[in-house]
């Protein structure tokens, strides 16, 4: 079936660094999401994106985090500067729709911050 | 706080048996009830959903019953096979909102042969 890309799997940064996450969502999809989970809790909604806008965000979506999908290419999280607690997975999904159209998720980026 | 719970935690099952997986919600206006299923290393994928026009919903051995009333919805596996092994998530949205799904922690499934 279709698939969600997400590179880089893993991303090991110091402390006040920043750091790129990217995503090739589904070709023709319309949507695009961020998810974070941290180790043992479930996935949480960061941010949704359409059109080349952020539609929602949640609180986790701190002042530090960007996104971005500029001409069609990857769909992209920024986080500059990270934190202790940025260290997650972070997953990347993408829908046709909206509510009911199902989201297509990446395999996650594992992000480690010293 | 959490909006859709889910257990239990982790379940063992032996082959051929019905594995059963519960989550509760409190947002009496979410409407759309997915099941996601993750296998270790891949991404999670949807299973089957349900929207409240219906109380059940059915594929292949995968049922979803859902209850109104009580804010429950649960996923039966029927005859589980090793190849079930997997965590699975279930979530909550709501039409007319963005499209963001509110998961639950994840029921870990061991299916023994």
């Known amino acids: 079936g279709p698939k969600v890309l997400q590179i880089p799997s893993h991303q090991i940064i110091d402390m006040g660094q920043m750091v790129t996450l990217n995503c090739d969502p589904v070709s023709n999809h319309l949507y695009f999401y961020w998810y974070k989970q941290i180790l043992g809790q479930q996935m949480e909604f960061l941010v949704n994106?359409?059109?080349?806008?952020?539609?929602?965000k949640s609180k986790l979506f701190k002042d530090q985090f960007s996104v971005e999908r500029p001409d069609g290419s990857y769909f992209t999280l920024k986080i500059q500067p990270t934190a202790l607690e940025d260290s997650a997975v972070y997953f990347c999904?993408?829908?046709?729709?909206?509510?009911?159209?199902?989201?297509?998720f990446g395999p996650g980026t594992r992000l480690t911050v010293l | 706080q959490q909006q859709v719970r889910q257990s239990p935690q982790s379940l063992t099952v032996w082959e051929g048996e019905t594995a059963i997986l519960n989550c509760s919600y409190e947002?009496?206006?979410?409407?759309?009830f997915p099941w996601y299923h993750q296998f270790p290393g891949e991404s999670p994928a949807l299973l089957i959903a349900i929207r409240p026009v219906s109380n059940k919903k059915e594929d292949g051995r995968f049922t979803i019953f859902f209850n109104k009333r009580e804010k429950k919805f649960s996923l039966h596996i029927a005859d589980s096979q090793p190849g079930d092994s997997a965590t699975y998530f279930c979530a909550a949205s709501r039409t007319g909102n963005t499209g963001k799904l509110i998961f639950g922690l994840g029921t870990t499934l061991q299916v023994q042969p």
């Open positions: 947002d009496s206006t979410f409407d759309y």
């Open positions: 994106f359409y059109n080349g806008k952020v539609m929602e």
């Open positions: 999904a993408s829908s046709l729709d909206r509510v009911d159209d199902e989201q297509y």
